[in-house]
């Protein structure tokens, strides 16, 4: 698709964000399979370029990945949100 589009995988397989989310408890499990709901702001901070996501620890959580996947490689910041997400000091309870 190109640098210039972002394709929102509702399934979880290829976005790092959904694919951390909880499993719906009703969810007709199939692995890999699974359908999630998207997070209030989640696609207007995908259309915007800017975390605008509602939820306060998803919104830090969220800010914390995206420093480590769309980061530049050897950032400072993102040496540190790989540090805090692995030593949970970033914390995302859903």
């Given at each position: 698709?190109?640098?210039?589009?972002?394709?929102?995988?509702?399934?979880?397989?290829?976005?790092?964000?959904?694919?951390?989310?909880?499993?719906?408890?009703?969810?007709?499990?199939?692995?890999?399979?699974i359908?999630?709901?998207?997070p209030?702001?989640?696609?207007q901070?995908?259309?915007q370029?800017?975390?605008?996501?509602?939820?306060?620890?998803?919104?830090?959580y969220?800010?914390?990945l995206?420093?480590?996947?769309?980061?530049?490689?050897?950032?400072?910041?993102?040496?540190?949100?790989?540090?805090?997400?692995?030593?949970?000091?970033?914390?995302?309870?859903?």
């Open positions: 698709m190109g640098p210039d589009r972002y394709l929102i995988d509702p399934q979880s397989i290829t976005d790092p964000l959904i694919a951390r989310l909880p499993v719906p408890m009703d969810a007709d499990f199939k692995p890999a399979h359908m999630k709901e998207l209030v702001g989640y696609v901070s995908i259309e370029g800017k975390n605008v996501i509602a939820d306060s620890d998803l919104h830090s969220y800010d914390k995206l420093a480590i996947t769309r980061g530049a490689f050897f950032l400072f910041e993102r040496l540190r949100a790989i540090w805090c997400l692995n030593t949970t000091q970033v914390k995302f309870n859903p």
